[in-house]
C-alpha cells in the first residue's frame, strides 16, 4: 500500500477500539489454563483443572455426547445443503427451466429476508408434522433456512464459469448432466469447499433452532450444553470452567477458520455482493 | 424445493393465519370443544347474561327418555324397575332430584338401598355442565332442550363463549394498537437499529480504511480479530460478554480499583445496558461492513492513490475525495442489509440482558419471540405472537423486495445460452 | 460435407438479429462470416452448432435436417474465441474428452489423440494444463479437440482475436493448413478483412443480419457488390467521393471533376452518386486528374500513406512506394484511374 503516511495514529486508534474484543478473547484464552484470585485482574497461577472435564462428567455432565450429536448435526446439515445447492444453483444458473425467473426471484428475496421471523410459524409447522423436539427437525429446518442463502452462493460461483466452457462440452457430445459432473462442478470446488465449511460451522454454532424447536429431546447440541453450563443459577457455574468449555467448543470452529480463512471471507462477504 | 416451501412458504402462511387467531398453550394448536364450566357462568353473569339462564344451565333436570332408559340399563340398574320406569314415567321430566327420586320410590320394584335408587336416577339426570360436546350443533341441542324460553341469542352466546379451542379474531392487532408497550417497543426498535446501524458502518468503515493503510500484518493481525465475534457461537460470545461487564466481571474490577461506580453493567442501568446490547451486535456486525468494505476499497486503482499522493493530497482528503466516493454502493448495501438483519435478530439480546432492566431494551423481534415461545407465565400466546411477527415478516418482505431492486438483481437473472 | 441454412430468422427478447439468411458452404471449403461486430455472425455460427435455436428456416447437413437436434447429435467441432479449454484437464484429457464421453476404448482413444496431437504439432505438451500454455499453444489445443472427433464441420469464432501480431499470423496458415490437410469443411467468423481475405475459399460479407454478398475474395475484391462491401474490404479502406450524374459521367461540379460512367448510360442527370477509389488507383499516374493538398503522410516502410484533400474538402486516399516522398501540405495533381473506380448509387448499391 501507499507509504507517503504515517501509521502510528491509526495503530493507535485502532488499538483502543479494538481493546474490548481484545482483551475478552486474551481472557478466554487465559482463564482456561489459570486461576485468579477474586477481585484481581491477573492470574496468579497455572492450572489444567479447568479442562478436566473433558474426562470428568461429574463436572459439568459428559461432553463426549453433544459434541457427537453437533457434529452429526452440523455433518448432515453440511451435506444436505452442499448437495441441494449445488444442483440448484447450477440449474438456475444454467437451465433454461420453466417459471426460472419466479423461481429464481423467489430465492433472492428468501435469501434477503430475515429467516428468524419464520421461527414462529416453523414451530407450528414442525409441530404439525410432529417433527418438534427431534434432531431430523431441526435439522431439515436448519438446512431449509440456510438453503436460499446456499443456492444463491453457488449460483454465483456457476455464474462465473464462462459459458464457452459448457458450450464446449455440449459440442464435444457430452450430455448436460455429464457436462455438469465433468466439467461444471471442478470448476466450481472452491465455492462447494467454502460454503461446505460455511454450512458446518454455522451448523456448529447454531443454538436457536435446537433451543426453541427440539428443547427437551434426548439429543442436546453444544450449544445448548454450554448455555446449561453457563447458568449462572446451577452449583457448577464457574466463569473459568464455562471458558474452557467454550474454548473446546469453539476450537474447532477457530481452526477451520484459521485454515480456510480466504476460502470464508469469501462466503462472509459473498452472496451479497451487489 | 420441497423443505423451502416448507419452511418458508408454510410458516409465512401459518404465521398470517395464527396472528388472526387467539390460539395459545391453553387452547392448543388443533381444535377444541365445547364445555359450560361454573367459572364460564360465572363470567357469562358478570357479562349480563340473565339470571334466569345461568340457573337454569347450573341446574340439573330428569326426564325419562330412551337414551336414559339405556343409560340406566347400562348402569346395572334392575330390570323390572327399568320397565315400570317406562311404562309409568315415559316421558315425564322433573327439575329437582327430590321430586324425580320421591316420584321412583313409588314405583313397585324400587331398589331397596338409596344408593342404587340414586345410580337409577342418575341415568337420568340432564346437565349441561362440565359435559364436553365436540360440536357446536350438539352443544346448541343441549342448550336448547335445557332452557325453556332462552332470550332472544342467549344460546349462541352461552354456545361461543364455552368454546374452549381457538378462534379467529382480530384481538391480537387491536390490543397491539392499544398496549402502550407496542409503541415503546418500537421506539426501542428504531433505536436498537439505528445506533447499532451507526456503529456497524462507521466501525466497519473505520476498519477497512484503516487496515487499508496499515502495513500487512498488523492489518492482518486486526481483521481477524474483528472478524472473531462473527465466527465464534453465540452462546459463547455473549458468556464473553457476561464475563466482561458483570458484577466482578472486568470492566467491574477495573471501575472499583480507578474508583468509578462499579455494578452490572449488563443489567444495572438502562444506560449501560443500551451501551452493552450496541457494542455486542456492533462488533458482530462491523465485520461485516469490513468484509466488504475492504474488498470495494481493493478494487480502487491504485494509481488513483498514488496520483493524489503526487497532487499533495493530505490523508484525510485522499479518504474524503477520492476513497469514499467509491463507497457509496458498499454503504448503501452493508446499510439496507443490515438494518433487514438488525430488525430481525434479537439472539444477542436475548442471552445478554434478555430485554432488562425490565423491558428496557426489549425490541420487537425479542418480545414476539417471547411472546410466542418463551414467556415464564407459561401460557404461551401463539396467536399474538404471531400476529406481531406478522408485522415483522411484512416489514422484512417489504424492505427484501426495495433492497433486491435497488441493486438491481434482476442483471443477475440472465438467461440460459444453451437454447437446446 | 455440404451445410446449407434455409431462410433462418432469429430473434433475441424481440429483436430481429438475423432476417431470412440463405447460404450454402460447399464440402471441403473454407468459408468466411465477415462482418462488423454485432452482426449476427457469432449467431449463425451457434445455430449451425446448436447452441441456439433457430426461430424459423431450416438446416440441413448433408441431407440430413439437423434444425431440431441438440449440439451432441449433430457432431460439430467448434473452436471458440478464448478456447473454452477446461482448465482442470490437461491437455490430453481435453483432447480426449469428445472419445471420452462416446465411450470409445482407451487404446483407440489414446491413438487417436496422439494423431491429431501431432497434426496440429502439440504432441510435447499433453502433459501440460491449459493454465501453462501460450496463446497459440492453447488454440492449437482448442483445434485438436474439435477435430479428434471427425466431425462434419469445424466453425471457429474469432479465433485469432485474442493472439498478438506475430501468433496470429502464423496461426493464420496453421488453421488454414490442418483445414486443408483433414479436408473438413470450416466456417471461420471473423470482423477482420485480411483474416478472412487470406484464409478462406469463400467469404460471406453480412450486415445486420443479412448477407450482403458471398464471392470468392478476389472476385469480393475486384468487383463489390455495394459500397459497404467494396469499404470493408481492403487495408487501407476504399475513398468515397460523393456526386451527381452528370452527362453521363460522375461529376463533382465546384471542382469541375468528371468520371465518364462508361458502360452505365442512362442515369439522369443530377442522381446523387457514389465515387469508390481505392488508394492503389489514385497516384501521380492515371487518366482523370484532380488536385488536392496533402493533409495527412504515414510511412509503413515499403510504401507511404497519403491523404489528398481536395478543394471541396473531399478526400482521397492514396498509397505509394516509398520511393518518392511527398511533404505534409504540399499541393499535388494526381490521377484517378476511372477503369478501376467503382461508381454506386446514392443507398450503396454498385451500378
Ligand atoms: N443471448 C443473446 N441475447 C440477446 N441478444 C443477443 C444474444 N446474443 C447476441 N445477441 C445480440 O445479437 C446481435 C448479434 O450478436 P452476435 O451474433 O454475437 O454478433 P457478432 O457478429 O459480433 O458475433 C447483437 O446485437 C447482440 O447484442
Ligand atoms: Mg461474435
Known amino acids: 500500500m501507499t507509504r507517503n503516511f504515517a501509521a502510528w495514529p491509526i495503530i493507535l486508534l485502532l488499538t483502543v477500539l479494538s481493546l474490548p474484543l481484545f482483551i475478552m478473547y486474551l481472557f478466554l484464552l487465559v482463564d482456561t489454563f489459570s486461576n485468579t484470585a477474586p477481585g484481581s485482574l491477573l492470574p496468579n497461577e497455572f492450572t489444567l483443572e479447568h479442562w478436566r472435564f473433558l474426562i470428568d462428567p461429574t463436572i459439568t455432565g459428559d461432553v463426549w455426547k453433544p459434541t457427537l450429536t453437533t457434529v452429526i448435526f452440523s455433518a448432515s446439515l453440511m451435506i444436505i445443503v452442499v448437495s441441494v445447492s449445488a444442483t440448484a444453483g447450477y440449474a438456475l444458473s444454467r437451465l433454461a427451466l420453466p417459471f426460472r425467473r419466479f423461481v429464481l426471484s423467489g430465492i433472492m428475496v428468501m435469501h434477503a429476508f430475515p429467516s428468524v421471523t419464520l ?20 435439522i431439515l429446518v436448519k438446512a431449509s433456512l440456510m438453503l436460499p442463502f446456499g443456492i444463491w452462493i453457488m449460483k454465483g460461483f456457476y455464474d462465473a464459469v464462462p459459458w464457452e466452457i459448457e458450450m464446449a462440452g455440449v459440442q464435444d457430445g457430452a450430455s448436460r448432466f455429464t457436462v455438469w459432473r465433468r466439467i461444471i462442478l471442478p470448476q466450481v470446488k472452491p465455492g462447494l469447499l467454502s460454503l461446505a465449511l460455511f454450512a458446518f460451522i454455522d451448523g456448529w454454532s447454531e443454538y436457536m433452532l435446537p433451543r426453541i424447536l427440539a428443547p427437551s429431546s434426548d439429543f442436546e447440541v453444544l450449544s445448548m450444553y454450554l448455555n446449561t453450563v453457563s447458568d449462572p443459577n446451577s452449583s457448577t457455574y464457574n466463569f473459568n470452567i464455562f471458558k474452557s468449555v467454550g474454548l473446546f467448543y469453539t476450537l474447532p470452529v477457530l481452526a477451520l477458520f484459521v485454515l480456510f480463512q480466504n476460502r470464508l471471507m469469501n462466503i462472509f462477504g459473498g452472496g451479497t455482493k451487489g | 424445493m420441497v423443505l423451502l416451501l416448507g419452511f418458508f412458504f408454510l410458516p409465512v402462511v401459518l404465521t398470517s393465519v395464527f396472528a388472526f387467531t387467539n390460539m395459545s398453550t391453553a387452547t392448543g394448536i388443533s381444535g377444541g370443544s365445547y364445555v359450560v364450566t361454573g367459572n364460564l357462568l360465572r363470567s357469562l353473569k358478570d357479562e349480563g347474561l340473565d339470571a334466569k339462564t345461568i340457573d337454569a344451565l347450573g341446574q340439573s333436570s330428569y326426564v325419562i327418555d330412551q337414551a336414559g332408559l339405556e343409560k340406566a340399563h347400562a348402569a346395572g340398574v334392575d330390570a323390572r324397575f327399568i320397565t315400570e320406569i317406562a311404562e309409568r314415567l315415559k316421558d315425564r321430566s322433573f327439575t329437582s332430584s327430590t321430586a324425580f327420586e320421591r316420584e321412583l320410590k313409588t314405583l313397585p320394584s324400587r331398589p331397596t338401598r338409596v344408593r342404587d335408587l340414586k345410580i337409577a336416577a342418575g341415568a337420568f339426570e340432564q346437565s349441561v355442565l362440565n359435559v ?22 342467549a344460546i349462541e352466546k352461552v354456545a361461543t363463549a364455552s368454546y374452549t379451542g381457538w378462534t379467529w379474531t382480530t384481538e391480537n392487532f387491536k390490543n397491539l394498537v392499544i398496549t402502550p408497550d407496542t409503541w415503546r417497543i418500537i421506539g426501542n426498535t428504531v433505536f436498537y437499529v439505528v445506533l447499532t446501524l451507526a456503529f456497524n458502518v462507521l466501525v466497519g468503515l473505520f476498519l477497512a480504511i484503516t487496515t487499508f493503510y496499515l502495513p500487512p500484518a498488523g492489518s492482518g493481525f486486526f481483521s481477524v480479530l474483528w472478524l472473531l465475534p462473527r465466527i465464534t457461537p453465540v452462546v459463547l460470545y455473549a458468556v464473553m460478554w457476561k464475563w466482561f461487564t458483570w458484577e466482578d466481571g472486568f470492566v467491574f474490577n477495573i471501575a472499583q480499583d480507578l474508583g468509578l461506580p462499579a455494578f452490572n453493567y449488563m443489567k444495572g442501568s438502562v444506560a449501560s445496558a443500551w451501551t452493552v446490547v450496541i457494542l455486542v451486535n456492533g462488533f458482530v456486525g462491523a465485520s461485516f461492513g469490513m468484509i466488504l468494505f475492504s474488498g470495494a476499497l481493493k478494487a480502487i486503482p491504485v494509481q488513483q492513490l498514488w496520483a493524489s499522493e503526487v497532487d499533495g493530497a493530505s490523508r484525510w482528503q485522499q479518504i474524503r475525495y477520492i476513497i469514499l466516493p467509491h463507497m457509496r454502493w458498499p454503504i448503501l448495501f452493508v446499510t439496507s442489509y443490515q438494518t433487514l438483519s438488525l430488525l430481525s435478530s434479537y439472539e444477542q439480546i436475548w442471552l445478554t440482558t434478555n430485554g432488562g432492566p425490565g423491558s428496557t431494551t426489549t425490541v420487537w423481534a425479542l418480545e414476539a419471540f417471547k411472546t410466542a415461545l418463551n414467556n415464564y407465565t407459561g401460557n404461551l400466546q401463539y396467536g399474538l405472537g404471531a400476529a406481531m411477527a406478522l408485522i415483522l415478516v411484512a416489514v422484512g418482505l417489504i424492505l427484501s423486495i426495495v433492497y433486491l431492486r435497488l441493486f438491481r438483481f434482476d442483471e443477475m437473472m440472465s438467461k440460459p445460452k444453451i437454447e437446446f | 460435407m455440404q451445410i446449407s441454412i434455409n431462410n433462418f430468422t432469429k430473434t433475441f427478447d424481440g429483436t430481429p438479429v438475423i432476417d431470412d439468411m440463405n447460404l450454402t458452404i460447399r464440402d471441403g471449403e473454407m468459408l468466411a462470416l465477415l462482418g462488423p461486430s454485432g452482426c449476427g455472425k457469432s449467431t449463425t455460427l451457434f445455430t449451425i452448432s446448436g447452441i441456439h435455436r433457430m426461430d ?24 471458440f474465441q478464448n478456447y473454452a479449454l477446461y482448465p482442470h484437464m490437461n491437455v490430453f484429457e481435453n483432447i480426449a474428452f469428445p472419445l471420452t464421453v462416446r465411450k470409445d476404448n482407451k487404446a483407440d482413444i489414446d491413438r487417436e489423440v496422439r494423431f491429431i496431437a501431432a497434426l496440429t504439432h502439440i504432441s ?26 471427425k466431425p462434419d464441420v469445424l466453425l471457429l469464432d474469432e479465433p485469432l482475436a485474442n493472439l498478438d501480431a506475430k501468433l496470429r499470423l502464423e496461426m493464420r496458415s496453421e488453421i488454414r493448413r490442418i483445414q486443408l490437410e483433414t479436408g473438413i469443411t470450416a466456417v471461420l467468423v471473423t470482423h477482420d478483412q485480411v483474416e478472412a481475405m487470406s484464409m478462406c475459399d469463400r467469404i460471406a460479407i453480412m450486415k445486420k443480419g443479412e448477407i450482403v454478398q458471398i464471392d470468392t475474395p478476389a472476385d469480393m475484391y475486384s468487383n463489390p457488390r455495394t459500397s459497404f462491401v467494396a469499404g470493408f474490404l481492403g487495408n487501407p479502406p476504399i475513398s468515397l467521393l460523393n456526386g451527381i450524374a452528370m452527362g453521363n459521367t460522375f461529376s463533382i461540379a465546384p471542382i ?24 492503389e488507383h489514385f497516384g501521380p499516374e492515371g487518366d482523370i486528374a484532380v488536385e488536392g493538398k496533402i493533409t495527412f503522410a504515414e510511412t509503413q516502410g515499403r510504401e507511404n500513406l497519403y491523404d489528398v484533400e481536395l478543394a471541396d474538402g473531399s478526400v482521397l486516399r492514396s498509397i505509394q512506394p516509398a520511393a518518392r516522398n511527398w511533404k505534409l501540405g504540399e499541393p499535388v495533381r494526381w490521377f484517378i484511374d476511372s477503369k478501376s473506380a467503382f461508381v454506386f448509387s446514392d443507398d450503396g448499391l454498385r451500378l
Not at chain 3, 510435447?124 to 472427433?149: D, M, N
Not at chain 3, 468528371?258 to 442522381?271: C, F, K, M, N, Q
Open chain 1, 119 to 138: 421461527i414462529i410459524g416453523v414451530f407450528l409447522v414442525l409441530q404439525f408434522a410432529g417433527l418438534y423436539n427431534s434432531l431430523t427437525g431441526v
Open chain 2, 132 to 153: 364436553r360436546y365436540a360440536s357446536r350443533g350438539e352443544m346448541e341441542a343441549a342448550l336448547t332442550h335445557m332452557l325453556e324460553n332462552p332470550p332472544e341469542g
Open chain 3, 56 to 79: 424459423k428456416g431450416q438446416l440441413m447437413f448433408g441431407d440430413r435436417d439437423v434444425s431440431g437436434l441438440p449440439s451432441q447429435k449433430r457432431n460439430v467441432g467448434v473452436v
Open chain 3, 124 to 149: 510435447e505438451l499433453l502433459e501440460r494444463r491449459p493454465g501453462q500454455l501460450s496463446g497459440g499453444q492453447q488454440q492449437r489445443v482448442a483445434l485438436a479437440r474439435a477435430l479428434v472427433r
Open chain 3, 256 to 279: 469541375k471533376l468528371r468520371v465518364p460512367l462508361g458502360s452505365h448510360e442512362g442515369i439522369a442527370d443530377g442522381t446523387p452518386l457514389k465515387l469508390g477509389v481505392r488508394p
